[in-house]
Every structure is written in structure tokens, then in C-alpha cells.
């Protein structure tokens, strides 16, 4: 289910930083009831001993004023936040919340919620055209020769993004449907030239991508990927991706 939340800025209101992320994360949480909101930040969904959110969110589209000087971003006019999850229940708490409050706090930042459209999108068979709405992460944690760790991201086109995208989606699967996830590998062809975006998320560099994809595979998985994100970190705002020709708002 993906869900269109309209909002405008407050004229008054101080500009939002560019790395955003957290801020759309915490809103959020803020705006689900607590007993909610505790069961999917201290546990979520479990498996194998990790834990899924399951939900994912997009950046904040519509037309932009970037002060690189100050570090901050505006919206004069609308935007859009895309929120997708198979959870209904979180689903209608968020909404009601939002709807009821009218406002979406981010850090300092007010915006009144205009309106919130829902879309139910479906994986009809084994391929899948989708637009990314945030950036596609995709990463390996490597340890060094000298010692340490590192963090190895990957771009769509490589072997070990379909890879890391597969049984990514597997668990978020398992972990939400409570049984096996489908047999069979999810490929991801990009259908333009990928674009990388650095960004971080409470400090830590995040790179991920976004570009027009083709995805191919079980079609459980393909849904999985359209309700709960596609590739890791979907509850921080990456990898909310909504069907090609889908949107509603």
C-alpha cells in the first residue's frame, strides 16, 4: 500500500536541512500512537534474529529551494511524502494521526497536511517497471587486511546488488508473512544511467541510487519490494519505489 500525504510548508516556518532523513523518520514514529510506535522501533517485524520495519518513505517531491550555503532546502509550493508498507494497521494509525493533527513536524519545520491518498499497487506477474522515489541501497560490511571494517555499497547493473537485493527482500518476506519466502532471484535492470546520492543519516554516510528499474522475479517478492521498500535502510528513507505509471498525487 502506498500512501500520498500533500503538504504545504508554513511561510513562517525555518527552511528543512538537506540531509532530512531522520527528521521525516522521527515524524513519523511521532505520529503513530505509542504502543504502535514502541512495537515497531523496539521490535518490528523479527527474523532470524533481525528486526524489519517494514515500511519505507520517499524524499520530499515537488518543486525546491536549495541554499547549499546554509545546508537547507524549502518547498514553495506542495509536497508529496510517499509512505509504503504492507501494514495496514500502521497504515491507518499514521493516517488518522496525521489527518486528525493536520501538521507534520520536521525538526523545526511545520507543514499542514493538505490531503493523503491511498494506492494499493500490485506486482501482476514476474517483471515490474518501477520509478525510485528514494535512493536504492545496497551494501556489504567487508573487513579490512590491516584490520577494521568497511562499508561496500553497490549500484543496480551489478551482480552483487541483485544479490544483496534478493535476500534482503526474502527476509522482509519471512519476517512479515511468517513462512518461506518464494524461491528465485530478483534482478534489477536499470533502464537508465544510475545516479549516485551521498547522504547521511544521524552522521553516517548512506550512498544509494536512483533511476528508472525493471524488475524480474518471483512476483511475491516484486510486491514485497513495491509495500516494504526496495534494498536495506527502507525505515531511514531509502528505497521506496512506487509502480511505473502509479502515481496518484
Known sequence: ????????????????????????????????????????????????GRSYKMFAFSRLLGRFNLDRTAGTIAFPETATLVVTSPDVKFFLALVNNLLSRNRLRLGQSIF????????????????????????????????????????????????EFDKLITANLAKKYQAFHGRQAPEGEVRVRPLNRPRLHVTTYKGTVVKGYTCPLQLSGPKELLQTALDAGLGGKGSMGYGCVEKAGGRKA
Open 112 to 159: 499542514r497536511v493538505e490531503e493523503v491518498r491511498f494506492d494499493e499497487q500490485f506486482a501482476d506477474d514476474g517483471v515490474l517497471a518501477v520509478r525510485t522515489l528514494s535512493p536504492v541501497v545496497a551494501y556489504s560490511t567487508l573487513l579490512r587486511p590491516e584490520g577494521g571494517r568497511y562499508t561496500c555499497y553497490y549500484q543496480p547493473g551489478e551482480g
Open 1 to 48: 500500500m502506498h500512501a500520498y500525504i500533500k503538504l504545504r510548508m508554513e511561510p513562517s516556518t525555518p527552511a528543512v536541512p538537506i540531509h532530512y532523513n531522520y527528521l521525516i523518520q522521527s515524524a513519523i514514529y511521532a505520529a503513530l500512537p505509542e504502543e504502535t510506535a514502541a512495537r515497531l522501533h523496539d521490535g518490528g517485524f523479527q527474523n532470524s
